[in-house]
Structure formats: structure tokens, C-alpha cells
């Protein structure tokens, strides 16, 4: 009796444990990648990208087109957070990503300060 060929299974599959997506690193502290961080394949980096995981290699097809967050990647991929931030900052340091971080959260505002450039503003013009 010959067994049928087994459907392709998906990149999460309980065969494929986490840590060995992640060749077991960890996310390097200089490599924060946040929600929101946007990212992209560097062009002529076709050649290269052959020779990554299949993991990797599918998030390379997912941004060779254009920008994705990091959250998109995740959900597109069906990994973790922590997984694909994982990939990302490798392909960053192999040179096969363009990486743009969010903009900075702005700092909470001083109202005692704010109140008192308007009174200011108030006195000197009228209002």
C-alpha cells in the first residue's frame, strides 16, 4: 500500500519547532524592531535570498514588493512576533533589508507650561 505524498506543511507546523526557525538566537539588543517597524528588501538582493531558510525566504517574498510593519509580517507568516523579529534582524545584518523605524513616541505635555505660554500669549497680543 503506498502512502500518499504528504501536503505541503506550513512553515509552523509542530514538525518545525520554533527554536529551530530561530537556529536558536536570540533578538541582538541593537535590533529593536517595534509593531509598527516597516521594512523592505534591499534591491539586488535576489541572489542572496536563495540561500535563507524558508522562513526567511518567505518574508523575502512578502516585502520584495514594498514596506510591511513587522505586525503584518508575523500575521502573514503565521509566526510569532518574537520569531520574525528574530529573521528580520539576521537579514538585517546580512545586508538583505531596509529597516525604518517608527516615529518616536512624543513626550507627555507639561499643561502648567502650555497654560503659561497661552496667558503670556494672552497679555502680550490681548485675546
Known sequence: ??????????????LVPLFVIAKGRALPADHEYEHTTLVTAQEGTEAAARTLSPEARAVMDLIAEGFLSVAEISGYTRLPLGIVRILLAQMAEDGLLYVRNPAPRAERVDRELLTAVLDGLKTRFGA
Not at 500500500?1 to 509542530?14: F, I, K, R, Y
Open 1 to 14: 500500500m503506498h502512502d500518499e505524498p504528504d501536503s505541503e506543511l506550513e512553515l509552523t507546523s509542530a
